[in-house]
């Protein structure tokens, strides 16, 4: 045989060795299927929401003995708004149809009366009539604002005459009443002529103790104390008196931090999948 018919002949063997081992380096590489190598899957680490445990970066599963990190507070609520709007002070005319006070800014207010505004005795709780309203007495007037420094009555409390003070009761030694009010402490002084109203009834300073709450009405001393006339007693604050507006001053709610992950020992299973921020409305 030729040198052309040997080289011919040895071409394609070689070819032949060449291809079974590029097709023994694939089926090594992806099985003994000879199918494409599918790539090990990579578990990202995540932070714990709300008391959740995070799956482990090597495993994917949740390591009992991880503490989680806890989840960033809610924001804090809005301030809740008072009732209707509301307005204080003495009466410096009445009709059948409208009362006029002067607050405390000595504004001029106009109330509109009708038969569907209640009437309310402050001390004994007494639901009255229009006609109980007299000129000079203390009032407060809740209802719907109708413009500027005007008002549909729904409801007019009668309280007693003089000036107002009270709060929540912290101390009593004798005849002396100390409460607080707004962050400031507040002597109230009593005398045998002083009236004390317990649940609409009549009582005495024996009713009043540090569980209690006060209103008291009399004259303001230069001192800030106030020598009281009349006192109610009550288990609950009066409450503050809504603005002219109707809004009464809310609290918002309190911004608490996300906790952790309870301990491993915790007999409750884990939820291992993120829980969503909460938003408070």
């Known amino acids: 045989m030729n040198k052309l018919g040997k080289i011919a ?4 063997a070689v070819l032949a060795v060449i291809g079974g081992v590029a097709l023994t380096q694939v089926a090594a590489q992806s099985g003994t299927t000879g199918s ?18 995070a799956p482990s970066a090597q495993t994917g599963q949740v390591d009992p003995n991880q503490q ?11 301030g ?7 307005m204080g002070g003495a009466v410096t005319a009445v009709s059948d149809t409208s009362v006029n006070i002067t607050d405390q800014r000595q504004m001029a207010v106009t109330a509109t009366l009708s038969n569907n505004t209640t009437v309310i005795q402050f001390t004994t709780q ?16 809740n209802g719907q604002p109708t413009g500027q420094g005007t008002l549909d009555a729904q409801r007019v409390v ?8 009270g709060g929540h009761v912290n101390a009593v030694d004798g005849a002396t009443i100390k409460v607080d009010a707004h ?4 002597t109230i002084t009593t005398s045998s002529a002083t009236q004390f109203y317990v649940n609409g009834k009549l009582g005495t300073i024996a009713d009043v103790s540090v569980d209690k709450f006060v209103d008291a009405f009399g004259t303001k001393q230069t001192d800030g104390t106030l020598t009281a006339t009349t ?20 609290r918002g709610g309190p911004q608490n931090q996300g906790q952790g992950c309870p301990p491993a020992n915790n007999t409750t299973a884990p939820n291992t999948q993120p829980a969503p921020n909460s938003t408070v409305q």
């Open 9 to 12: 002949l040895t071409i394609p």
């Open 36 to 53: 494409a190598a599918t790539p090990q899957a990579t578990v990202q680490p995540q932070q714990g929401q709300r008391g959740q445990r």
């Open 68 to 78: 989680g990190r806890g989840g960033p507070g809610g924001p804090g609520g809005r």
């Open 80 to 86: 809740g708004r008072g009732g209707p709007g509301g």
């Open 126 to 141: 007494v639901t009255g009539t229009l006609s109980d309203i007299k000129v000079g007495e203390n009032i407060q007037i």
């Open 158 to 165: 009668i309280l007693p005459a003089g000036e107002r003070a």
């Open 183 to 186: 962050r400031d402490v507040i």
């Open 231 to 250: 006192i109610v007693v009550n288990d609950q604050p009066a409450g503050p008196q809504g603005g002219p507006d109707g809004r009464g001053p809310g």
